[in-house]
């Protein structure tokens, strides 16, 4: 049975930072990333990281803010999230699957892939910015 869960959503204020955490179970994908989803917006992915050679991707939105990275022994893919905006409120999921993740984070919403690419989902931590 494959699980991906995710903690470390909360409450913070702007400016603040969050360092989310997935640990998969059952599956290691070539590629582990994060997507979130605001209340009636569409889900996005942020950031990406290829599991065997550690190339990181990452949406406009959080780039130089976000840093994605994996710890391969221990099944578990991090976002460190500084500099965090109101903006950035949503539900943040944990996502594995092929290298079609990776593409997907790096093209944004220029182009779209099934179900993003992805073969697992976690089931979502919150996290929210105040002003």
């Known amino acids: 049975q494959v699980q991906l869960v995710e903690s470390g959503g909360g409450s913070v204020q702007a400016g603040g930072s969050l360092n989310l955490s997935c640990v998969a179970s059952?599956?290691?994908?070539?590629?582990m990333g994060w997507f979130r989803q605001a209340p009636g917006q569409e889900r996005e992915g942020i950031a990406a990281?290829?599991?065997?050679?550690?190339?990181?991707y990452y949406s406009d939105s959080v780039k130089d803010r976000f840093a994605i990275s994996r710890d391969s022994a221990k099944n578990t893919v991090y976002l460190q999230m500084d500099g965090l905006k109101p903006e950035d409120t949503a539900m943040y999921y944990c996502?594995?699957?092929?290298?079609?993740?990776?593409?997907?984070?790096?093209?944004?919403?220029?182009?779209?892939?099934?179900?993003?690419?992805?073969?697992?989902w976690g089931e979502g931590t919150q996290v929210t910015v105040s002003s």
């Open positions: 059952g599956y290691w994908g070539n590629c």
């Open positions: 996502a594995a699957g092929g290298h079609d993740v990776c593409i997907q984070v790096a093209q944004g919403s220029t182009m779209r892939f099934p179900d993003f690419g992805v073969r697992y």
């Open positions: 990281i290829a599991t065997s050679r550690g190339n990181t």
